[in-house]
C-alpha cells in the first residue's frame, strides 16, 4: 500500500534553515505533481510549493524567494529548503503526491504531517 513519509520538521529561532524530505513507498507505479502544503493552528491547510515529474514549480508568495521544492523520481521522494525562517511559517507540513498505484488509479495521498516551529 502507497505511503509518504515526512522527516525533517523541528524547532528552529527565526532566520534559521530547515530541510524537509518526503519519500514515497509501496506499490507506486507512477507519480505526477508532488508538493507541501502547511496548516496552523486554527487556520486552513494552505499550498506551500508545488512540482511536476517535468520539473515545473508553483510557490505561494509567502515562501517565494525563501523555500525551494525539488525532487528526486529515482528516490520517489520531494524536498523543501526552508531559508530565511519567520515564526509565521510555524505550522504542521504535509507532503502530497498524486500517484498512480496498485489498484492503477490516480488518488491524492498525504503524509502524516512534520511540525516546524518557528522561535522569534
Known amino acids: 500500500q502507497v505511503q509518504l513519509l515526512e522527516s525533517g520538521g523541528g524547532l528552529v529561532q527565526a532566520g534559521g534553515s530547515l530541510r524537509l524530505s518526503c519519500a514515497a513507498s509501496?506499490?507506486?507505479?507512477?507519480?505526477?505533481?508532488m508538493g507541501w502544503y502547511r496548516q496552523a493552528p486554527t487556520k486552513q491547510r494552505e499550498l506551500v510549493a508545488s512540482?511536476?515529474?517535468?520539473?515545473?514549480?508553483v510557490y505561494a508568495d509567502s515562501g517565494k524567494g525563501r523555500f525551494t521544492i525539488s525532487r528526486d523520481n529515482a528516490r520517489n521522494s520531494v524536498y523543501l529548503q526552508m531559508d530565511s525562517l519567520k515564526p509565521e511559517d510555524t505550522a504542521v507540513y504535509y507532503c502530497n503526491a498524486e500517484i498512480r498505484g496498485d489498484p492503477p488509479t490516480w488518488y491524492d495521498y498525504w503524509g502524516q504531517g512534520t511540525q516546524v516551529t518557528v522561535s522569534s
Open positions: 509501496g506499490s507506486i507505479f507512477s507519480i505526477r505533481a
Open positions: 512540482i511536476t515529474s517535468g520539473g515545473s514549480t
